[in-house]
């Protein structure tokens, strides 16, 4: 386990952050608003954190020199990607604090452990079999069919998933899939899907977000509504409960996403986690006095956690590649002046210059002083940008 700070890194520290992308990026604005240096790890010149950072190391995520390099020049250390190789955190964690801790990510990456771990903790999870072998194909029990076989590792935004309805399906997606170790999951009955941002600190105080309504559309997040009463009170109490288990369970130091399935019968299922802040607690940004970013800066420098309180209703639309190309046109700017014509409309783009279908160019966080008026509002953003109705 890596050494964290005992006092807080003081602002005009420097704080490095392993991956270039968008979290990264809106992790390095929130640093240096506090007056913090910040150093990124990315291979791509073109990288959205790497373009706003102080410093930009321009290599692999395995290149021990350009992880020498990052550690010489932060005082601590965080990632952005959960996929990160094991190894890299591992070296870096040897010369400067790292938060997550290794460990933590590694539970993440794989979902096999990530299930073990809600069983552990006794936060309920899908029913689900692991399958690395023939043998374990042969003896999946017909209750988890139809099911979904996803890869154990390297998944995101759907991808690595098959549903699959029968065992001859279930036979040939593992085929499909490289016959890779995957977890097979019942397909349940969803009401809705929620989340919830946690961050923890290296004294073990934890903090949440509100509860985060999700809508995904092709297995990527599409919509995130947040006010009071978007999931039943109770549920989200719960929701918050477990996440604060899985997080303690874990010892874990830095932002955690927890994803959450509501079944029809009401009942609250654990999906995944993610190790870092996620895209479903964008919409702190603008609707909180602290956003997920805030708080991962205050858990990395060592510096109090404070609950954040929303002071908005809010309602975040993202902003994929497909909206640069309505209507069959060529690549084209969505219609920004009117959409940010619109009271309460918070605009995030994050610096690609290459849109593409299914790409998270931005996001827009819609603010009101009512759910009713937060809705209303996206509603209409939604119209111009030509994203569906919710
Ligand atoms: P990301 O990491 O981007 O959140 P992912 O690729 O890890 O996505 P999951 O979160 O496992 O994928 O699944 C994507 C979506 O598929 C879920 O948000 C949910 O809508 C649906 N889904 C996944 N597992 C189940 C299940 N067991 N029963 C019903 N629906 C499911
Ligand atoms: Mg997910």
């Given at each position: 386990?890596?050494?964290?700070p005992i006092t807080a890194l003081a602002p005009g520290s420097t704080l490095g952050v392993?991956?270039?992308?968008?979290?990264?990026?809106?992790?390095?604005?929130?640093?240096?608003?506090?007056?913090?240096?910040?150093?990124?790890?990315?291979?791509?010149?073109?990288?959205p954190a790497g373009l706003v950072s102080h410093h930009h190391i321009r290599t692999a995520?395995?290149?021990?020199?350009?992880?020498?390099?990052?550690?010489?020049?932060?005082?601590?250390?965080?990632?952005?990607?959960?996929?990160?190789?094991?190894?890299?955190?591992?070296?870096?964690?040897?010369?400067?604090?790292?938060?997550?801790?290794?460990?933590?990510?590694?539970?993440?990456?794989?979902?096999?452990?990530?299930?073990?771990?809600?069983?552990?903790?006794?936060?309920?999870?899908?029913?689900?079999?692991?399958?690395?072998?023939?043998a374990h194909l042969a003896a999946v029990s017909a209750d988890l069919l139809p099911g979904?076989?996803?890869?154990?590792?390297?998944?995101?935004?759907?991808?690595?998933?098959?549903?699959?309805?029968?065992?001859?399906?279930?036979?040939?997606?593992?085929?499909?899939?490289?016959?890779?170790?995957?977890?097979?999951?019942?397909?349940?009955?969803?009401?809705?899907?929620?989340?919830?941002?946690?961050?923890?600190?290296?004294?073990?105080?934890?903090?949440?977000?509100?509860?985060?309504?999700?809508?995904?559309?092709?297995?990527?997040?599409?919509?995130?509504?947040?006010?009071?009463?978007?999931?039943?009170?109770?549920?989200?109490?719960?929701?918050?409960?477990?996440?604060?288990?899985?997080?303690?369970?874990?010892?874990?130091?830095?932002?955690?996403?927890?994803?959450?399935?509501?079944?029809?019968?009401?009942?609250?299922?654990?999906?995944?986690?993610?190790?870092?802040?996620?895209?479903?607690?964008?919409?702190?940004?603008?609707?909180?006095?602290?956003?997920?970013?805030?708080?991962?800066?205050?858990?990395?420098?060592?510096?109090?956690?404070?609950?954040?309180?929303?002071?908005?209703?809010?309602?975040?639309?993202?902003?994929?590649?497909?909206?640069?190309?309505?209507?069959?046109?060529?690549?084209?700017?969505?219609?920004?002046?009117?959409?940010?014509?619109?009271?309460?409309?918070?605009?995030?783009?994050?610096?690609?210059?290459?849109?593409?279908?299914?790409?998270?160019?931005?996001?827009?966080?819609?603010?009101?002083?009512?759910?009713?008026?937060?809705?209303?509002?996206?509603?209409?953003?939604?119209?111009?940008?030509?994203?569906?109705?919710?």
């Amino acid at each position: 386990m890596s050494a964290h700070p005992i006092t807080a890194l003081a602002p005009g520290s420097t704080l490095g952050v392993l991956g270039g992308g968008q979290l990264g990026r809106m992790f390095v604005h929130a640093a240096q608003a506090m007056g913090y240096r910040t150093a990124v790890l990315d291979a791509d010149p073109e990288s959205p954190a790497g373009l706003v950072s102080h410093h930009h190391i321009r290599t692999a995520y395995d290149d021990p020199d350009g992880l020498a390099e990052l550690a010489r020049l932060s005082d601590a250390i965080t990632t952005e990607f959960e996929n990160v190789p094991a190894s890299a955190m591992a070296a870096l964690a040897g010369q400067r604090p790292v938060a997550p801790a290794a460990r933590c990510v590694a539970v993440a990456q794989d979902r096999a452990q990530e299930k073990a771990h809600f069983v552990a903790c006794g936060v309920p999870c899908a029913p689900h079999a692991v399958i690395e072998t023939t043998a374990h194909l042969a003896a999946v029990s017909a209750d988890l069919l139809p099911g979904i076989l996803k890869t154990a590792r390297l998944g995101y935004d759907g991808k690595g998933q098959r549903r699959v309805a029968n065992a001859a399906e279930l036979a040939a997606a593992w085929a499909e899939l490289g016959e890779l170790p995957c977890v097979l999951e019942k397909m349940l009955p969803l009401a809705l899907e929620c989340s919830v941002l946690i961050a923890r600190g290296h004294d073990g105080a934890t903090v949440c977000l509100p509860v985060q309504r999700n809508l995904h559309r092709d297995g990527i997040l599409a919509v995130t509504e947040v006010y009071e009463g978007n999931v039943p009170p109770a549920l989200a109490s719960q929701a918050q409960a477990a996440a604060i288990s899985i997080a303690n369970e874990l010892q874990y130091v830095g932002v955690l996403c927890v994803e959450f399935f509501v079944l029809q019968d009401g009942r609250l299922v654990v999906n995944e986690i993610a190790p870092r802040p996620h895209n479903s607690g964008h919409y702190s940004q603008d609707a909180c006095d602290i956003s997920q970013f805030g708080l991962q800066v205050r858990t990395l420098a060592g510096l109090p956690l404070v609950a954040p309180r929303l002071h908005s209703a809010t309602v975040m639309l993202n902003l994929l590649g497909d909206l640069w190309f309505t209507q069959g046109r060529s690549a084209q700017e969505p219609p920004w002046a009117q959409v940010l014509a619109l009271p309460g409309a918070h605009l995030h783009l994050y610096g690609k210059t290459q849109a593409k279908h299914g790409r998270k160019m931005g996001h827009l966080n819609v603010t009101a002083a009512t759910p009713e008026a937060a809705r209303a509002t996206a509603l209409q953003a939604a119209a111009l940008l030509g994203i569906a109705a919710f």
